[in-house]
């Protein structure tokens, strides 16, 4: 029987489904791509495009190319199930089988003009948008950096090597940046942030954010700033929301599914990524895993073999601290300073590559 795949974004996820079901294919799959992006856009490494330190070629990589395979660029707006559809800016797809692979977006938490007043580096735009207004900050503005997990110290010792007379803030809402990892690994990079002279606030819960000024409970005066860059959570794409009703959320809204990636009350869709629901926290890592798996899952389907996915082991987790240092921990070993920026760049080099 054909069939007429849809990917709905390509990212890490997305991409590695691709990578690993190309050389695989049957005659009779074909496979539709949409994604707003005409290029696979490297999230880890949109701050660095909003700091300034990389270009946009830096945090591209050029779509897998397959005569059964077409990319459309265009904006995903709605996924009618009932209708086996996708409705999109211009157009509308038909899918025997739909892949959502959509990604997750700031999580704003409810904190009024958070999401008018601050900048975003969630997305390839955002980040450029970024760009252009920390391009235009005097050299001793005042930038506050809205959450202290990886992406925003990953920022924050960024923008700190691009621009040393800036002034930097991390509000933090839990009592320490970085607080799911060790106590080792999350003092090594408080101290070198403040040797940096980066201004860490932690406990620090933001309740309103209006031009120039962040406000914190428990305080009268607010916080002013130049720019703010919100990085403190993300939420599951809410284009995939409508597939909530064939499955469950989890805490954090993302979807439950089979071991096979399918929504448990509905054949044939598919949701891979941060959209999906795991016991790990969100992360490339996980997203490519889960987008190998999945297309492990079709190559058996088409060549009649059996699925048996290993289980999900992640290897680790790895920050920049600007282009020389890094922070990280590789099979519960804590690695500090250049090795792990090596280790991460060539993990990059090799995704950027369609090598990993
Ligand atoms: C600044 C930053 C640093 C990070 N650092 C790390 C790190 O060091 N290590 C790590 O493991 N993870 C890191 N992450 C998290 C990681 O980037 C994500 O977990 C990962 O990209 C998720 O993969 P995904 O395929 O689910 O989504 P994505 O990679 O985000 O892909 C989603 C795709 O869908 C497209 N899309 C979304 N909505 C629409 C729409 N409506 N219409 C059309 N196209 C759409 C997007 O263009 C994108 O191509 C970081 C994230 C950020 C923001």
């Known amino acids: 029987m054909e069939q007429e ?6 990212g890490y996820a997305g991409i590695a489904f691709l990578d690993t079901v190309i050389p695989e294919l049957t005659a009779d799959v074909r496979i539709t791509v949409i994604d ?3 290029f696979h856009g ?16 830096a945090v591209k990589s050029p779509f ?5 395979v077409t990319y459309l660029q265009d904006e995903i707006e709605e996924i009618q199930i009932a209708h086996h559809k996708v409705i999109c800016g211009t157009r509308e797809v038909p899918f025997t089988h739909l892949i ?7 999580h704003y938490f409810n904190v009024p003009w958070a999401e008018e007043f601050t900048e975003s580096i969630q997305t390839f735009a955002g980040a450029m948008k970024a760009r252009g207004s920390v391009a235009k900050l005097q050299e001793d503005a005042h930038v506050a950096i809205i959450g202290g997990g990886l992406s925003g110290v990953e920022f924050a010792a960024d923008l700190r090597e691009q621009f040393p007379k800036l002034r930097i803030t991390i509000l933090e809402r839990s009592e320490s940046i970085l607080p799911t990892l060790p106590v080792k690994l999350h003092t090594y990079v408080h101290n070198y942030l403040e040797d940096q002279n980066i201004q860490i606030l932690t406990g620090i819960q933001v309740t309103l954010v209006e031009q120039g000024f962040v406000h914190y409970a428990f305080q009268e005066h607010p916080i002013s700033f130049d720019l703010c860059c919100w990085a403190a959570g993300i939420k599951p794409n809410p284009v995939a929301n409508p ?12 979807i439950l599914v089979k071991d096979t990636y399918e929504l448990p ?13 795991s016991p790990f926290a ?52 804590v690695i500090v300073g250049k090795l792990p920026n090596i280790i991460k760049s060539g993990i990059l080099w090799l995704h950027k590559h369609h090598m990993g």
């Open 282 to 333: 969100p992360s490339a890592q996980l997203a490519a895993i889960q987008g190998k798996q999945l297309a492990s899952y079709f190559i058996a389907l088409w060549h009649n073999r059996e699925y048996n996915p290993a289980p999900v082991k992640l290897k680790g987790v790895l920050g920049y601290l600007g282009k020389k240092k890094g922070f990280g921990m590789i099979n519960e070993n």
């Open 265 to 277: 009350y509905l054949n044939d869709v598919f949701v891979i990524g941060d959209c999906c629901s």
């Open 243 to 254: 597939l909530l009703a064939y499955s469950n959320g989890d805490k954090m809204n993302r």
């Open 5 to 10: 795949i849809v990917l709905l974004g390509a």
């Open 36 to 38: 707003r992006l005409p």
């Open 42 to 57: 490297i999230k880890p490494e949109f701050y660095s495009l909003a700091s300034g330190s990389a270009n946009e070629e």
């Open 100 to 106: 959502v692979a959509l990604g997750s977006i700031d």
């Open 64 to 68: 897998p190319q397959h005569s059964q």
